[in-house]
């Protein structure tokens, strides 16, 4: 079975523009999570998405928004991008929103802003 | 506020043993995760403790006190391809009622011949 796969695996944008980023889950699973991780640093929680309902949202400007499709892929949009949104973003799938539910991975969309 | 804390750095020798430690400060908490990373690839699952007490998986055990607000992960029989980044993971409340998950910063371990 496909893991969890992300798309683009790396894109470079310019200060203000506006990017999206997609994820498709594991089969079966419906819950999506995003997350941002920055070169040395543990990954920061963006949102979590479970039946096409936002679940949880981290401390993150209103640039960043997402939303999850009736297949329960997701996308993640972001505007106006500033340096500070370089980094790796990754995605997460799990079956259900709750308890420890071990989450998977994809290899995450590399953005550098320029 | 929500905060995690572990070690920047581990080294040990193959055929060691490592225990790795977290204390979280959260405002609600509903269990303890343990994620490894390797330099370049995406986080994979390791161990999940809701409850106090010992878990073991193979050669890796992970520990939880609630009381204390303290766990840890154990590696045994260390193997060179267990060099990589170790992270817990809490899932407590957020502010909008929702699901908050917290990363800690990440511990990295060195494997020595």
């Known amino acids: 079975d496909a893991g969890v796969t992300q798309s683009p695996t790396h894109l470079i944008k310019t200060r203000g523009q506006h990017v999206t980023l997609r994820c498709s889950p594991i089969?079966?699973?419906?819950?999506v999570s995003w997350y941002q991780q920055v070169l040395g640093q543990g990954p920061q929680f963006i949102f979590q998405?479970?039946?096409?309902?936002?679940?949880g949202r981290g401390n993150f400007p209103d640039r960043f928004s997402a939303r999850q499709f009736p297949n329960y892929s997701s996308e993640l949009n972001v505007n106006a991008l500033l340096l500070g949104d370089s980094a790796l973003y990754l995605c997460a799938s799990s079956p259900w929103s709750a308890g420890g539910q071990p989450q998977h991975f994809g290899d995450g969309t590399r953005l550098s802003i320029l | 506020g929500q905060s995690l804390e572990q070690p920047s750095e581990v080294t040990a020798v193959e055929g060691a043993i490592v225990q790795i430690n977290c204390t979280y400060q959260?405002?609600?908490?509903?269990?303890l995760s343990w994620y490894q990373q390797h330099d370049g690839g995406a986080p994979t699952f390791l161990s999940y403790n809701a409850l106090d007490g010992l878990e073991e998986t193979g050669r890796f055990s992970s520990f939880l006190s609630r009381s204390d607000s303290y766990g840890y992960l154990l590696l045994q029989e260390l193997q060179m391809k267990d060099s990589a980044s170790y992270f817990c993971?809490?899932?407590?409340?957020?502010?909008?009622?929702?699901?908050?998950?917290?990363f800690g910063p990440g511990t990295r371990l060195s494997v020595l011949p």
């Open positions: 998405y479970y039946e096409k309902e936002e679940r």
């Open positions: 959260t405002s609600g908490f509903y269990g």
């Open positions: 993971a809490v899932r407590d409340q957020g502010v909008e009622d929702g699901q908050n998950f917290v």
């Open positions: 089969s079966g699973h419906k819950s």
